[in-house]
Each structure stands twice: as structure tokens, then as C-alpha cells.
């Protein structure tokens, strides 16, 4: 029995860039509402929200979510929406 042999197929790797919402500091929001909201659009846990509040407060920023662009724009939308300083990057 012979075998035959197929060409290689050329696997095609299809990048997808990956963008980042970045929370800005502010002195208007509190830090309850700001958990309370990262919580709700970006699917935090507590800790999670917490943790990127304090961060965005001590160091003036924070990435607070990850994906691809179409993911994230309608989320940073809602932040924008809830009084929140926010960019995709």
C-alpha cells in the first residue's frame, strides 16, 4: 500500500492586536463608585475593581481591561458614559 502524500497546508496565524482601556485618576469620582463600575462593565471581582482603583489612584493610571478593539469600545464607552477618564490604547 502506498502512501500519498498531501502538500502542507501553510497554517494560518491570524494576530489579532490586542488593545487596553486605561483608567485615568480624577478627583471627582469616588473610589466606591469606581469599583462599583469596574465591577459591572468590565466584569471585575472586588478585589479586582479595588485593586485597579488604587492603582489608578497612586500612580495616575491603570489598564483595567484587555482585548481586541471591538471588545472594548462599547466598555469604555460605558465608563465615558459614567463620568469615568478613560482611552483605548
Do not use: W
Not at 496565524?13 to 488593545?19: A, P, R, V
Not at 485615568?24 to 475593581?49: E, K, P, S, W
Not at 482603583?53 to 466598555?75: E, F, M, N, Q, W
Amino acid at each position: 500500500m502506498t502512501e500519498k502524500h498531501l502538500p502542507k497546508q501553510k497554517s494560518q496565524k491570524i494576530e489579532t492586536q490586542l488593545y487596553k482601556i486605561v483608567l485615568y485618576n480624577d478627583d471627582v469620582n469616588t473610589f466606591d463608585f469606581v469599583i462599583d463600575i469596574l465591577m459591572r462593565y468590565c466584569g471585575h471581582t472586588l478585589d479586582q475593581a479595588e485593586q485597579c482603583a488604587l492603582l489608578t489612584h497612586y500612580k495616575g493610571k491603570s489598564i483595567v481591561k484587555k482585548g481586541t478593539y471591538d471588545k472594548l469600545k462599547p466598555i469604555a464607552s460605558a465608563l465615558l458614559d459614567h463620568g469615568l477618564s478613560v482611552e483605548i490604547e
